[in-house]
């Protein structure tokens, strides 16, 4: 039988369901403004690889001619950008939550077998919680954009008042080709993410819509018989350890469940020994276990 848990707590989908809009209205009205003066291209002395933005580009978008409206809309969306990501984060701090999406000093190593797993190149991923090694570092990192797009574009809407701020960063200009390439990061990583949700399937981004996340069933919950001798630690538990999915262990906050299924003597100690190599011999390898799940490795 299928278990439904809780994964996405009601604010953070708030949070984050209130920023995709924004985020896709922020940047649209921001190339609105930037084609009144779009001086950026990849390539050296006269020669252009990659022209920001071909006219081609502009015309299929609609985009000429509508510098004030852009305008109008970057710099109201702005508040509701920056309002939003700064009580999401806060509510990061406040709730705990923050330790499931910052990286630990294992995520880098782990975001690259988690790259290769994806790529198929490698069979198991790193077992994760909530979020795998990439993402944490993906989620993160655009976090800080948001930061730094606030920072850059407050420096280059009122360059005066935050002349500060904007000396920081480099002076007018280079503040102004910084609020670029954040957005156009915030663009690749919008790509990414689409393709990783797509991937990752239905139940993946239903549970950011409802909260609630479908795990496989009971009969694919992963047994550890724990194997004690008695003599050494007679306070030990006699009993085998459960370990239910990752994101059980979240919600409860422990590593795993111990059930105790029978208590049995230190006489028993060698059937005992015989019992657990029997069940494991009977289990499904470590490899399987439900929280390493393709869906939950996915993003
Ligand atoms: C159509 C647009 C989008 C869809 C369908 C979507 C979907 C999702 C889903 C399904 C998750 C949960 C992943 C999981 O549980 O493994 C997620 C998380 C996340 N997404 Fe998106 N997303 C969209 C747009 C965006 C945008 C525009 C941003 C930021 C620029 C963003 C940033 C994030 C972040 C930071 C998280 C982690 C949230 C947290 O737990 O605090 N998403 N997204």
């Not at 305008?71 to 984060?89: D, E, R």
């Not at 190593?109 to 994760?128: G, I």
Request: net charge positive; charged share 20%.
């Amino acid at each position: 039988m299928k278990r439904v848990i809780k994964k996405h707590p009601l604010a953070i989908r708030w949070f984050h369901w209130i920023n995709f809009p924004v985020v896709a209205i922020m940047v649209f009205s921001g190339m609105l403004i930037y084609w009144a003066n779009d001086v950026y291209r990849i390539g050296w002395g006269n020669k252009t690889i990659l022209k920001f933005f071909p006219d081609s580009f502009y015309k299929a978008l609609h985009i000429p001619f509508r510098l004030a409206e852009g305008m109008s809309l970057h710099f109201v969306f702005m508040w509701l950008f920056a309002i939003n990501g700064f009580v999401y984060v806060l509510y990061l701090i406040f709730s705990g939550e923050w330790r499931l999406i910052v990286p630990n000093k294992k995520s880098l190593k782990e975001s690259f077998l988690v790259v290769l797993h994806d790529l198929h190149l490698r069979k198991s991923a790193p077992p994760q919680k909530k979020y795998n090694a990439a993402q944490r570092i993906a989620y993160t990192g655009v976090i800080i954009m948001g930061l730094g797009s606030l920072l850059t574009g407050l420096s280059i809407y009122k360059p005066i008042q935050f002349h500060t701020l904007c000396t920081l960063l480099g002076g007018y200009e280079w503040a102004r080709a910084e609020h670029f390439i954040l957005t156009i990061l915030f663009t690749l990583f919008f790509i990414v993410h689409i393709v990783q949700v797509i991937l990752a399937g239905w139940n993946n981004f239903r549970s950011m819509v409802t909260g609630l996340d479908v795990l496989p069933g009971a009969k694919e919950i992963f047994l550890q018989p724990v194997i004690i001798n008695r003599e050494k630690e007679p306070n030990q538990f006699t009993a085998p350890v459960i370990k239910i999915s990752q994101h059980e262990t979240l919600q409860n906050e422990t590593h795993q469940h111990n059930v105790i299924l029978e208590e049995k003597k230190p006489a028993e100690e060698a059937d005992k020994t015989k019992d657990a190599s029997d069940l494991k011999d009977q289990l499904p390898s470590n490899e399987n276990k439900p929280g390493d799940t393709e869906d939950s490795n996915k993003l």
